[in-house]
Antibody, heavy 121, light 108 residues
Framework: QVQLQESGPGLVKPSQTLSLTCTVS??????????WSWVRQPAGKGLEWIGR???????NYNPSLKSRVTISIHTSKNQFSLRLSSVTAADTAIYYC?????????????WGQGTMVTVSS | SSELTQDPAVSVALGQTVRIICQGD??????ASWYHQKPGQAPVLVVY???KRPSGIPDRFSGSSSGNTASLTITGAQAEDEADYYC???????????FGGGTKLTVL
C-alpha cells in the first residue's frame, strides 16, 4: 500500500526558507487521480491546508500563504516538495504531506507521519 | 477563521451514540470528509464522500449531510474513539480544501 514520508530540517532560522520533501512509496506519484498536498498543524491547534500539486505540475495554494509557498512535483523521484519562504515563529508546526483523492472521494486518504519544524534563531 | 465550523468539544458516555457536527455554506454543494487524530499521531480518514468508510474503519462510524451541515455519528462509542475529529470539504469557491476547527471527543 502507498505510504508517504516527510523529510527535511527540523530547525529553520527566522526569515529563511523552510524546505521539505515527501517521498511516495508503494505506488506511483504519476496518477491523475490524486493531488499531492501539504498540511500543517501548530502545537495544540487545528489543521491548516497549505497547498497541493497535480502530476501536470499545476498548483493551488491557501490564499493566506500563497505569496510565500511553492510546491513542486518530482515524478522521476516519486517525490513532491514544499518551500515556504520568509518564515517566522508562527510557521512552527508539524508538517504533514497527504494524498487527496480527487476521483474516488474528495478526501485526504493517506497521510505521512508528519515532521516537526521549529522556526528559531 | 475557518469556513467550516465545529463545536470545540463534545463528550459521550461509553457505549452511547454521539454526533459531531460541521457547518458551512460550501457543504450545500460539496461532500464532507471526516478524520480522527489521536495525540502524537497523524489524522486518519474515517468517512468520505458524505457517508463512505475506508476499509478498516468500524461500521459504528457513519456520515450524513443536510443543507449546510455535515454530521459524523459514532454509534456505540468506544474508549479508543477518544480523539480530535476534523471535517474537511472544499471552500465556497470550490477551488481548494478547508478544514473545520476540530472537535475534541471525550468518552466518559
Amino acid at each position: 500500500q502507498v505510504q508517504l514520508q516527510e523529510s527535511g530540517p527540523g530547525l529553520v532560522k527566522p526569515s529563511q526558507t523552510l524546505s521539505l520533501t515527501c517521498t511516495v512509496s508503494g505506488g506511483s506519484i504519476n496518477s491523475d487521480s490524486y493531488y499531492w498536498s501539504w498540511v500543517r498543524q501548530p502545537a495544540g491547534k487545528g489543521l491548516e491546508w497549505i497547498g497541493r500539486v497535480y502530476i501536470s505540475g499545476s498548483t493551488n495554494y491557501n490564499p493566506s500563504l500563497k505569496s510565500r509557498v511553492t510546491i513542486s512535483i518530482h515524478t522521476s523521484k516519486n517525490q513532491f516538495s514544499l518551500r515556504l519562504s520568509s518564515v517566522t515563529a508562527a510557521d512552527t508546526a508539524i508538517y504533514y504531506c497527504a494524498r487527496w483523492d480527487r476521483t474516488g472521494g474528495d478526501a485526504f486518504d493517506i497521510w505521512g507521519q508528519g515532521t516537526m519544524v521549529t522556526v528559531s534563531s | 477563521s475557518s469556513e467550516l465550523t465545529q463545536d470545540p468539544a463534545v463528550s459521550v458516555a461509553l457505549g452511547q451514540t454521539v454526533r459531531i457536527i460541521c457547518q458551512g455554506d460550501s457543504l450545500r454543494y460539496y461532500y464532507a470528509s471526516w478524520y480522527h487524530q489521536k495525540p502524537g499521531q497523524a489524522p486518519v480518514l474515517v468517512v468520505y464522500h458524505k457517508d463512505k468508510r475506508p476499509s478498516g474503519i468500524p461500521d459504528r462510524f457513519s456520515g450524513s449531510s443536510s443543507g449546510n451541515t455535515a454530521s459524523l455519528t459514532i454509534t456505540g462509542a468506544q474508549a479508543e474513539d477518544e480523539a480530535d475529529y476534523y471535517c474537511t470539504s472544499r471552500d465556497t469557491s470550490g477551488n481548494h480544501p478547508v478544514f473545520g476547527g476540530g472537535t475534541k471527543l471525550t468518552v466518559l
